[in-house]
């Protein structure tokens, strides 16, 4: 759930939903606003804030702020221009849908991006490097773009497993190697058989990268490290999930590449020598742009 959700519905008195009510008016405007002028506008004290943010489970009133500023400029950055859910409408011309999904697909990758911090990539990247396998969960689609992770993973010679049905999801994780890490994908964070599946491999002190949204959710809890991806989709009332496909897979790739290039030389080498001689019965192309010289 985002701040601005929780702030709606949190149990507050009548002098706390009067500074909740501020906050949310003004949103970004409150950055350069002290403690005292942001009480004094809402008509409240400073404990008033303070109280606000305990409520919110940060332990004081800037923590709350800082936290509610970050994701306010992230809803108001990027798919200015575009509706994630409905991004064209009945009438369009072929050729507009095109490049509306085109602008769609990017801009996910660009948010994405956004979102994504040096510290923790390279948290999540070390996480897999050491590890002796690596156990993929998910569900419905987010299982079928995993799978070109997998792919990938498997020809620089990393195992990469991934259950296929999703009842023995939790059974999978119970069955994890104790070296292994694990990989767990969900828009939500609340998928019940993740989070499940999540807090076995916890149990077992099997490390877990966590790729979810960017509010807080039982399954953000329960990672080692949290990687978000574009949070602009409701759950229901949207084409498809086009921009939550791209920003998964986004990530993934980035996984795939950052771990490729800690040893790059003997995985391009690796990967070379694998696809020359798995690829041996394909025909030659006649497109001399992509035909290998060697």
Known sequence: ???????????????????????????????????????????????????????????????LKEAFLKEEGYLGSHFQDIDANLPFQRGDPIMSIAGKIASLRKEAIDDTRALLHHDDLQKAVLMLKKASSIGVYAASNNLIIAREFQHNMTRIGRKVEMCQLQGEVVFSAYQAERTSCAIVISYSGETPILIRAAQILREHHIPVIIITNIGDSTLARLGDQVLRICTREKQYSKIATF????????????????????????????????????????????????RETT
């Open 243 to 290: 921009t939550t496909d791209s920003s998964i897979a986004y990530l993934l790739d980035v996984l795939y590449s950052c771990l490729f290039a800690l040893d790059y030389e003997k995985n391009l080498q690796f990967k070379i020598d694998a696809a020359r001689a798995v690829e041996q019965g394909r025909g030659q192309t006649t497109v001399e742009i992509i």
């Open 1 to 63: 759930m985002l701040i601005r959700e929780r702030l709606e519905t949190c149990d507050f008195s009548n002098s706390e939903r009067a500074v909740v009510a501020f906050i949310l008016e003004k949103k970004l405007e409150i950055r350069d606003m002290t403690t005292k002028e942001i009480a004094r506008e809402a008509f409240a004290s400073p404990s008033t804030l303070v109280r606000v943010a305990q409520k919110m489970g940060f332990s004081g009133w800037n923590g």
